[in-house]
């Protein structure tokens, strides 16, 4: 199981949200490059950056940041959400040195745009779902819709879909442990391959993520907790190695 380190890119610096609420934010960093080599230096093996200002304005934003972070780090795999609805946001990403680009809000509104983008760059398209008691939501989670997670993972079982970004929103970036009930739940509903996301705190999180990792859960994101120092990444990510689960 991979521990993947965010990068939440508001207005250019290195920030966490609570509960996705934009005025709710701390920053961290105003070099969002030196964080990344803060987290490569520690060993991760894959960086999730997240464009804030994008998933809310719906293009994107801070561009410019995440291209100076994969060229920095040409060969560190990177995923990017956050304002991804167009095809040709999708190629100026992978043009720029990022391995995959997360699709959220436009797979629950648009699922077909899905399977055209996973035809159009196979390997590369990871969908993010984001939940709260089950249901998705969309629009910098300022939307709840009606419709359940686990049926839109099933949905795209087909179209070729990397991997799956589960978030559970009542715990993302309050500190408050993982959701791994939801998260498994997830990981059972299709064969795509499930990156939990949101509540991550310590390390008991990530023991009782990779207890259940063999069921198809391959990554965990983790923000607040490495920035304020309750996870460490080296720590977290050697004990998922050592643990034979990895």
């Given amino acids: 199981m991979l521990i993947i380190p965010a990068i939440d890119l508001k207005d250019g610096q290195c920030v966490r949200l609570r509960q996705g609420l ?8 105003d070099d969002p490059v030196a964080m990344a080599k803060r987290w490569v230096d520690a060993g991760c093996r894959r960086l999730h950056l997240v464009d804030l200002n994008g998933a809310f304005e719906g293009k994107p934003v801070n ?11 040409p060969n560190l795999p990177i995923q990017i959400g956050g304002g991804i609805r167009s095809a040709e ?6 043009q720029a040195g990022v391995e995959y680009v997360i699709i959220g809000t436009k797979a629950v509104k648009e699922p077909e745009f899905v399977a055209a983008m996973c035809a159009q760059f196979p390997g590369h398209i990871i969908v993010g779902l984001d939940a709260k008691d089950g249901l998705v939501a969309t629009d910098g989670w300022a939307e709840v819709s009606e419709v359940k997670a686990t049926d839109l993972a099933k949905r795209f079982e087909k179209d070729g879909v990397s991997a799956i970004v589960y978030t559970d929103i009542a715990r993302d970036g309050m500190m408050q442990g993982v959701n791994v009930a939801q998260t498994l739940t997830m990981a059972k509903a299709s064969s795509i391959p499930v990156i939990a ?12 993520l990779s207890k259940v990792s063999d069921q198809g859960i391959v990554g965990a994101i983790t923000g607040r907790a490495i920035y304020e120092g309750t996870l460490d990444v080296a720590e977290a990510q050697a004990w998922c190695d050592g643990s034979g689960q990895a």
């Fill in 89 to 94: 946001t999708i190629e100026h990403y992978l």
């Fill in 63 to 73: 561009g410019e940041v995440v291209t100076a972070i994969a060229k920095a780090y």
């Fill in 197 to 208: 996301s949101g509540g991550i705190t310590n390390m008991d999180d990530i023991k009782a």
């Fill in 22 to 29: 934009m005025d709710d934010s701390t920053v961290f960093s």
